[in-house]
């Protein structure tokens, strides 16, 4: 299900970017005192296709291809970090579009724009908060754990494990 949810995300995020590009090419051949509002429109369909995509990739990568419940912190950490980074952005650029529109129309609606932009700081504050705890976490429970990127690497660093208590019974103790 997963797979299906994040294939649709992705073709509707595509479909935005169509939408979107499909004003600017139309909006061409109109007047220019319309063509600022279509291309603010433009950006902002854009910056949504690729908070979307995004969803639909995270969706696709970590619950339809890997689809594994029991992840090391710190992998969860960087995933989860990729994700709302990439949200973050989104918010942040929508929230400039929407004080370029509001600025136009009228000063008054430059609320909605401001709550807007502290909703990104909020996501931002959050996301340090999360790391710095869930570091905090990975070095309480011994350390962030690399992943191998293949089998060759994998062997080297079990037979690493099972070197290191050998050699460090071997040294002599430091005396101070």
Request: glycine residues 8%.
């Amino acid at each position: 299900m997963f797979g299906f949810a994040s294939i649709f995300l992705i073709l509707l995020a595509g479909a935005l970017i169509s939408y979107a590009g499909w004003g600017v090419v139309s909006a061409i051949g109109q007047s220019a005192e319309n063509i600022d509002s279509i291309l603010l429109e433009a950006v902002g369909y854009t910056i949504i296709s690729i908070a979307v995509f995004d969803v639909g990739k995270y969706l696709l990568e970590e619950e339809a291809i890997r689809a594994r419940e029991l992840r090391h912190a710190g992998e969860a950490r960087r995933s989860l970090t990729k994700f709302i980074s990439t949200i973050a952005i989104a918010v942040f650029l929508e929230a400039l579009v929407a004080v370029f529109e509001a600025a136009k129309q009228d000063m008054s609606m430059m609320l909605c724009p401001t709550l807007l932009m502290f909703v990104g700081v909020a996501l931002i504050v959050g996301l340090g908060i999360f790391q710095r705890l869930s570091i905090e976490v990975e070095m309480e429970t011994g350390g962030p754990r690399k992943e191998p990127k293949n089998d060759a690497e994998a062997r080297e660093e079990k037979e690493e494990e099972l070197e290191a208590p050998a050699e460090e019974s071997s040294r002599p103790a430091l005396q101070s």
